[in-house]
């Protein structure tokens, strides 16, 4: 019997990927909301596959430290991430951080459950389009300043753009307020941005060209 983790801080998508995988056969479906309780529930009943979105609320995107932290745990882990971001860097930095497959939220149920099926079976999956958009990543012709953000930067360039104040960033990252002046102060270094309203600006721009 196949055991499935879906993590996504939608209702919506939770419930239709439970649908779709019932109708597929699997009857052992656990849910989280957030990147802390899916941590919990994986470790808790070692599923076969997790199913997770990457922009989780409240966390920017956490889904990718989550995966890194998952895998560090078992490289074996399947991890299918279904995350509507189709910038091939976050692509890529998902895959680098141990998922097996990738599949956008825009995408047909059919592929969908193409992807989860090759993921399940351990093979990596990713459609032709954004396979060779992640191909291209590394060649020169790309320039793209998010290839250069660490998972941390990454994470707080996306809640900047919600317009999260550096108080409320330190909250919902669980670090210090100096961690996250320090983080910003690399951003506007590696942006060039040469404030803290040039810096959001960069982050929404981004951030919408990567959704």
């Not at 032709?128 to 793209?144: E, F, I, K, S, Y």
């Amino acid at each position: 019997m196949t055991r499935v983790l879906v993590i996504d801080d939608h209702p919506i998508v939770l419930q239709g990927c439970r649908r779709m995988l019932e109708d597929a056969g699997v009857t052992a479906v656990l849910e989280a909301r957030d990147a802390i309780s899916g941590y919990r529930l994986y470790r808790r009943h070692r599923p076969d596959v997790v199913i997770v979105d990457l922009a989780m609320q409240g966390s920017g995107l956490g889904g990718l430290p989550l995966i890194r932290r998952i895998n560090a745990h078992d490289p074996a882990t399947r991890i299918l991430v279904f995350s509507m971001h189709s910038d091939p860097i976050i692509v890529a930095r998902a895959l680098e951080a141990g998922a097996t497959g990738y599949v956008l939220k825009d995408t047909s149920p059919v592929e969908l459950m193409k992807a989860f099926d090759k993921v399940r079976t351990g093979t990596p999956y990713l459609n032709g389009d954004l396979a060779m958009a992640v191909a291209l990543v590394h060649t020169p012709a790309r320039q793209n300043p998010l290839a250069e953000l660490t998972p941390r930067e990454l994470q707080t360039l996306s809640l900047l753009a919600e317009g999260k104040s550096y108080g409320r960033i330190a909250e919902d990252l669980n670090v210090s307020y100096k961690t996250v002046v320090n983080v910003c102060s690399q951003l506007r270094q590696k942006l060039n941005a040469r404030s803290l309203a040039e810096l959001i600006r960069s982050a929404v721009r981004l951030l919408a060209t990567a959704s």
